[in-house]
């Protein structure tokens, strides 16, 4: 997985205005009410992460459907929370240490 910036930006945008609330700030899961997604097996694959905010496949488990996301902006939440699984791993700088549309494995 390529990880452009400027996708990790537009991600945590993304992120931060529709997941933040329930699965904690910086994607750090501590105290709330939804999993750590660094790790969860549904942020891992773009087309399951799709499902289950666009599709609502996890309605039933108490996620909420966001239907008004569109594929681009799922994308790059996908490109966000893998960013912040790799800075976890110690596997990248964080996003503050690197140029704005600067790629980075």
């Given at each position: 997985?390529?990880?452009?910036?400027?996708?990790v930006?537009?991600?945590?945008?993304?992120?931060?205005n529709?997941?933040?609330?329930?699965?904690?700030?910086?994607?750090?899961s501590r105290?709330?009410?939804g999993?750590?997604l660094r790790?969860?097996p549904v942020?891992l694959d773009r087309?399951?992460l799709?499902?289950?905010l666009?599709?609502?496949?996890l309605?039933?488990?108490?996620?909420p459907?966001f239907?008004?996301?569109?594929?681009e902006?799922?994308?790059?939440l996908?490109i966000y929370i893998r960013?912040?699984a790799?800075?976890?791993?110690?596997?990248r700088?964080?996003?503050?240490?690197?140029p704005?549309g600067?790629p980075?494995?």
């Amino acid at each position: 997985l390529k990880i452009v910036e400027a996708d990790v930006t537009e991600g945590r945008d993304v992120y931060n205005n529709n997941c933040a609330l329930c699965h904690g700030v910086h994607v750090v899961s501590r105290d709330t009410a939804g999993p750590d997604l660094r790790e969860s097996p549904v942020a891992l694959d773009r087309d399951t992460l799709w499902s289950v905010l666009h599709d609502g496949m996890l309605m039933e488990h108490g996620m909420p459907r966001f239907e008004k996301l569109t594929h681009e902006q799922v994308d790059k939440l996908y490109i966000y929370i893998r960013a912040t699984a790799r800075e976890a791993l110690g596997l990248r700088k964080p996003v503050d240490h690197i140029p704005a549309g600067a790629p980075h494995a």
